[in-house]
Structure formats: C-alpha cells, structure tokens
C-alpha cells in the first residue's frame, strides 16, 4: 500500500476537510480547514472533490516520505519554501513524490497554514462523515490529533498525471471585510468606529480555535457578560479585557461574550492566514455586500478546475518559486516558534 | 386570527447565521419559543437552511447564502416564530445518577456552607429538582439544565478551573449542567455521574437533546465505579423514565 509518512512535523499540523456540519445543537463544532480556498484548490490540482481531506501544514517546516510506491500531492496556502529530494515545488502546483523521496517543507512566510492534499484523498474512517481533526472530542482519521512525526497517511498509487499549477485570484491586502452584530448594541457607536479605524495584530497566543487581536481596548456598555448564544467561525467576541477574540473552526459552539461583528464567509481564510504580528484592519459592509461575496465565493470555489494550468516549463517553476519568496513577508523561526495554544476558558467565556 | 406572539429579534451573525433572539436573559418562556422554533424548522425544513443550534434564549440558524438570502430566511423565521407554541408532548425524561460529595465534588462542602447548610441538604435540594435541557453547547455533550430551585442559585467561582473530570456534575448562577468531557470550568462541583452524553460508537452518539427532561438519583461511590466501567462499554446508564 502507497502512503505518506511523516517524517518530522511542527504542532499545529492536521488532517482537515469541509468539516462536519449537523451537531453544533450537541455542542459539537465543524471544525474543518482555515483556508478552505487553499483546501479545495490543493484537491483540485490532483482531481479530488475540493473538501477532501489533506494535511493542513502549520506554520512550522515538516517533512513527509512516500513508502510503498509513489504518491502524488499538491501543495497550496501559505508560501515556503519546498522541494522533493532538492527538486523545488512552486507554491500551488502539483507534484509527484517517488518511493522513497522526501517532500520538504520550510516554514512559512507571509502566511500561516499550507495544505497538501494527497491524489485520491486521505483512507479513513469518516464521523459524522468528515475526517477533520476535533483533538478535544477525540475525531479525526487516521489520528483523532494533530500531527506527529512517524504517523502514516494512507494513499492510493500516483496516477502518471501531468503536473498542473493552478491560477488563483492575486493575494490581497486589503482590509477584512465584517458586518456587525449580533451583538454591536453592546458597545457605543464610538467603540464601533475604534474598531474599524485602528490598526489590529493577530497575538502568537492564537490556535484554531480562535485568533486573539492585539490594539486598542474596545469597552463593553453592559460589561462583558452576556447569556450564552451560538457562534459561527468569524464571530468577534470581546471578553473582559476588551481585546477581541475571532473565533476559528474549533471554537466551542457557545459563547458568552457579546460579539461585535462577524468576519464575512469569504475572507475568512484570508484571515487565518495573516501571520502573527502583522498589522491588518477590518472594514463594515452591508448584509447585500457580504452576501454577494459569499456568492462570488462559491462560483470561485465551483470553477477552480478552469483554473488549472499545464506546467510548460522548469524554469516557469522556478519563476513562481522565487516571486513567491520575495514577495513574502518573512516569518522567522522565532515567530512561529512563539505561537502558543488558547485557553478554551478564554476562548469561550465564563459559561 | 389568533393572537401572535410578539417577534423574536433577528440578529446578524455575520452572512450565514442569523440569531433569533426572543431574550436577553435567561428566560423560561423564551426558551420554549427557542424550542419550539427549533422543531418548527425541523418539522418545515426551508431549503438552505444547513442546521439549528438552540440556547437559552436565542436560536442560531446557519444557512447557506447562495441558496436564501438574509431577508427572505428572516421573514419566514419572523413567521414561523410568532406562531402558538404547542404543548410539548412526548417529551423525553432522564433519570441520571451522580454520586456527590467527597472527591467526586469537591465543592459540596463550601457550596453548604457559603448557603449556610449542609452537604446532605444541598445534595437533597439538587435531587429534589425537575429539569429541562436548556441547551447543550461549549464543548460535545456539555448539557445547560434550568429549573435549578432558587436555593442554589450562587454566583460561579472566581477563578475558573482550567481542568474539571468528565461527567462533572455542577451549578452555576441559576444553572445546573452536566458536563461529559475533562475540561474549563467556573461552575461548583457537586458530583460526577458515569452517564456520557457523548460518545462515539454508541448508538446515539449524544444522548440528550434539547428540550429532554432530567431528574437526578444519588448512588454511592461503588456504584458509580461499576456504572463507569459500564457506561465505557456503551451502556446507557442514564434511565429513560418516560414517554
């Protein structure tokens, strides 16, 4: 049997799909990939479904094996530096790992999450039909965790397919878009325009369950308790210390902090790839607004194969490797290395 | 025409969840109008409408954008939610044994004294309530119960704990819940039952749902050890005592 082993891996590295939507009434959250552009783009390039399962890589390297013949993969997300055995792979391009080989990962920069998903999809043993890891209600196949070093990934037989690139929408900086509520009647209009007017970081305390934010302290109305209610993935929630929380794919499904506003569907994983430390803004769009982008999100995600591109050349590869380097903000060892894991008591509230 | 009830407020969260609040508290009333939405939309599913999550006092309602705007989901959630709320027939009622007390509820003896009681009153004041499963959310299985008696109603602890034992038993505010995986808490602890309302490989996975009735029975600490074993196995353990 073909299968991906890891060879070395950094926390904060797991099998993650679409999710598993249906039991957040059982306080059972989706869980799922941070960038599920990235996700389906990856599935693409090797002609999966676009939320099969692949590894979502963290922000640190890792290296991964292929045992028992060869095993096609692709990689997207996050730009690093990567190669099979000194051949470099381009971001957002397929690549076929022979027997033996090893894929290398560098850390990231200028993002926090790459994903590599395997030709065929990842063999596992679907609950609630999903293969994503939820560590804390012990799911996820082949490992209800994250990531260690030895584990292996069951794969079918590289196929022989041509490699492929795929061209995806030019990264932006442009600020995340939210629209407010559900619960923005607990600040003063004053604290809304702080919060759309400041500069904000993304703390290294940040996991996925939730990204902390780092700028000005944005003060409660009614104090910062409410009765809990249900969260979504975007939810802001500001607990006592006024420093806002946005909730991530493994939040608890409950909170009971007031939420100032939503981080709009279709720049979430836009998001979750901003690198600790770095400065970004938020910006309020209508209801109509968000969900024309949230439509425009779907038609992108439903014509990625139109988007894949035969790689003509070496050099071509080289090109893309190299732009992909210099334009991206460089993220140190010691950067990664100061993420740190979020207290789910934090995250959460006092309920 | 028959008198509606005044309408739920429909707050946006973000583009594909609306929360439908009918309180700001926590509402007996409110929750059954929560309830009852809840089986509403269960009962007339409206295409695009992806899952429901009930709390005390609101319902999210996640949908998918590109099949139903915000608008048009808000209007036929604002119909649906002033209609009559109907009697809760069939209702489900859990019998749930707990042992309370020494290292399986560590808080018993200060919850008595900061009520100025003992542990045996405080145990027979929490065995002698009705509840109904408000809500179950936070983490899998984690069940919010109300109808907790007045006399226990205490403010949570300062300093949540960062680790609690699965299948805590626990009053906080004018809550009680039961608690199935280790993990944060700033409630009391009362006791611990072996029942879990969460597991994987059981049929049902989660074994309460909103709405559910429960009823607590004390049991020793031997009984609970053997209840334990049994539970790991995929019994039950919690006794259905009606419908």
Redesign the interface.
């Known amino acids: 049997m073909n299968k991906l082993v890891v060879a070395s891996i950094g926390p904060a590295s797991s099998v993650q799909d679409g999710g598993r939507?249906?039991?957040?009434?059982?306080?059972?959250v989706p869980s799922g990939a941070m960038d599920r552009l990235a996700l389906a783009a990856a599935n693409t390039l090797v002609g999966n479904e676009p939320f099969t399962a692949a590894v979502e890589v963290g922000p640190f390297g890792a290296k991964f094996t292929a045992r028992g013949g060869a095993v096609r993969v692709a990689l997207t997300g996050a730009p690093r530096n990567a190669d099979i055995a000194g051949r470099a792979v381009a971001p957002d391009t397929s690549a076929t790992i022979a027997d033996g080989e090893t894929l290398t990962l560098g850390f990231a920069r200028g993002g926090a999450f790459s994903y590599l998903a395997i030709e065929g999809g990842i063999s596992g043993e679907p609950?609630f039909g999903s293969l994503a890891v939820n560590a804390?209600?012990?799911?996820g196949s082949p490992y209800p965790r994250p990531l260690q070093t030895g584990d292996e990934l069951p794969a079918k037989a590289a196929s022989g397919a041509a490699e492929r690139r795929i061209e995806l929408p030019a990264a932006t900086d442009a600020p995340i878009r939210i629209?407010?509520?559900?619960?923005d009647d607990e600040f003063t209009d004053e604290t809304k325009r702080l919060f759309v007017d400041s500069e904000w970081k993304i703390s290294a305390t940040s996991d996925r369950m939730g990204y902390r934010l780092e700028g000005p302290t944005l003060k409660h109305l009614h104090g910062h308790n409410?009765?809990?209610?249900?969260?979504?993935d975007?939810?802001l929630q500001v607990p006592g210390n006024g420093q806002p929380i946005v909730l991530m794919p493994d939040r608890?499904?409950?909170?009971g902090y007031p939420?100032i506003a939503?981080?709009?569907?279709?720049d979430l994983g836009r998001l979750a790839q901003i690198p600790a430390g770095r400065a970004f803004r938020f910006r309020a769009v209508s209801?109509a607004e968000?969900?024309a982008?949230?439509?425009k999100f779907?038609e992108l995600l439903r014509t990625l194969p139109e988007r894949l591109r035969a790689i003509e050349s070496v050099d071509l590869n080289i090109d893309a490797l190299h732009d992909a380097n210099v334009a991206g903000h460089a993220v140190s060892a010691v950067d990664a290395g100061t993420w740190h894991a979020v207290?789910?008591?934090d995250v959460?509230g006092?309920? | 025409m028959a008198a509606t009830l005044p309408p739920p407020r429909l707050l946006p969260s973000g583009d594909s969840a609306i929360t439908v609040e009918f309180s700001r508290k926590i509402d007996d009333a409110a929750n059954r109008r929560v309830l009852a939405l809840d089986r509403a939309l269960t009962a007339e599913p409206i295409t695009g409408v992806i899952e429901t999550v009930p709390t005390y006092r609101s319902l999210l309602v996640h949908y998918d954008p590109v099949q139903i705007g915000f608008k048009e989901l808000g209007e036929r959630i604002l119909a649906l939610a002033q209609l009559p709320v109907p009697a809760m027939t069939k209702t489900r009622h859990w019998r749930i044994p707990v042992v309370y007390g020494g290292e399986h509820g560590i808080d018993l003896e200060d919850v008595a004294k900061t009520l100025n009681t003992t542990p045996e009153e405080i145990v027979a004041r929490h065995i002698a309530g009705d509840y109904r499963v408000a809500m179950i959310g936070f983490t899998p299985g984690w069940s919010y119960l109300s109808g907790l008696a007045d006399s226990l109603h205490m403010p949570r602890r300062q300093n949540p704990r960062l680790l609690t034992p699965a299948g805590t038993i626990s009053i906080g505010g004018v809550q009680t819940g039961v608690q199935c995986l280790a993990g944060p808490s700033g409630w009391h602890l009362l006791g611990r039952t072996a029942v879990r309302t969460y597991q994987l490989h059981r049929d049902p996975i989660f074994l309460l749902e909103p709405g559910d009735n429960v009823t607590f029975t004390p049991v020793d600490a031997k009984t609970f050890a053997e209840q334990d074993r049994a539970a790991e196995a995929g019994e039950f353990i919690a006794e259905q005592i009606a419908p």
Do not use: C, F, H, N
């Not at chain 1, 939507?21 to 059972?28: H, V």
């Not at chain 1, 804390?136 to 799911?139: E, F, I, S, T, V």
């Open positions: 939507p249906g039991a957040q009434r059982y306080g059972l609950m804390r209600a012990g799911l629209v407010w509520g559900p619960q409410i009765v809990s209610d249900g969260t979504v975007g939810s608890g499904t409950s909170g939420k939503t981080v709009i569907s279709a209801m968000a969900q982008e949230a439509r779907a207290s789910l008591a959460a006092p309920d």
